[in-house]
């Protein structure tokens, strides 16, 4: 167990339809990420939050959107969904900056779009 | 941008040693790190090197060449629960950000 929720573990949705993923980190991390995993396709980095601001912009739609609240938890909006949008999304979450800093990954939510 | 590449899959026997190469062109790097993840499964951290050399843990060691954008990871005395993928990740070089790269995976089966 890294320490990192995500809810819900399963989504199943329809094309054109919003869904928000939720997601706390470890306690004490300031930072959370956003990835997508899709079945052909690694491990793909959307966004990065740091104490509520956003940090890091990677491969991120402009229909989905993410944030992070006061009490570091964060969602990630993914709306107009298209049958592409079926994958695994992960967020992780790290410690303060610098040195080794690895990233704790939750165990994931699983979005099936129909 | 980045480019990481991994062979897709790979298989080993158990008992036996396996090593998985990576190979990545970033215009900044600030660390190589290694995952482990079973299917339908969470990324796990492996090991991590920023400087050239040869970092060991366990059974797992993984090295760096920084100059050749080449690092590896090796597994000694497979055992069956290794059959996983194994993910290479690049971090860039940006200033208060500490997103990761990853490239596609390796998929490790161990057979008896």
């Known amino acids: 167990d890294s320490g990192v929720t995500q809810t819900p573990k399963h989504l199943i949705t329809a094309t054109g339809q919003r869904v928000t993923l939720r997601c706390s980190p470890r306690?004490?991390?300031?930072?959370v990420y956003w990835y997508q995993q899709s079945l052909d396709q690694g491990l793909q980095f959307l966004i990065q939050y740091y104490n509520g601001e956003e940090r890091a912009k990677g491969n991120i739609l402009e229909r989905f959107s993410a944030q992070q609240f006061p009490d570091l938890h964060s969602e990630l909006n993914l709306s107009s969904l298209e049958l592409g949008d079926s994958a695994l999304y992960f967020c992780a979450s790290s410690g303060p900056f610098g040195g080794r800093n690895e990233q704790f990954f939750g165990p994931g939510t699983r979005l099936t779009v129909l | 941008g980045q480019n990481i590449d991994q062979p897709t899959e790979m298989t080993a026997t158990e008992g036996a040693i396996v090593q998985i190469n990576c190979t990545y062109q970033t215009s900044g790097f600030n660390g190589l790190f290694w995952y482990q993840q079973h299917a339908g499964e969470a990324p796990t951290f492996l090991s991590y090197?920023?400087?050239?050399g040869l970092e060991e843990k366990g059974r797992f060691s993984s090295f760096l060449s920084r100059s050749k954008g080449y690092s590896y990871l090796l597994l000694k005395e497979l055992q069956m629960k290794d059959s996983a993928s194994y993910l290479c990740a690049v971090r860039h070089d940006q200033t208060g950000a500490n997103n990761l790269f990853f490239g596609t995976g390796t998929r490790l089966t161990v057979i008896p």
């Open positions: 306690s004490g991390d300031l930072s």
């Open positions: 090197n920023v400087l050239d």
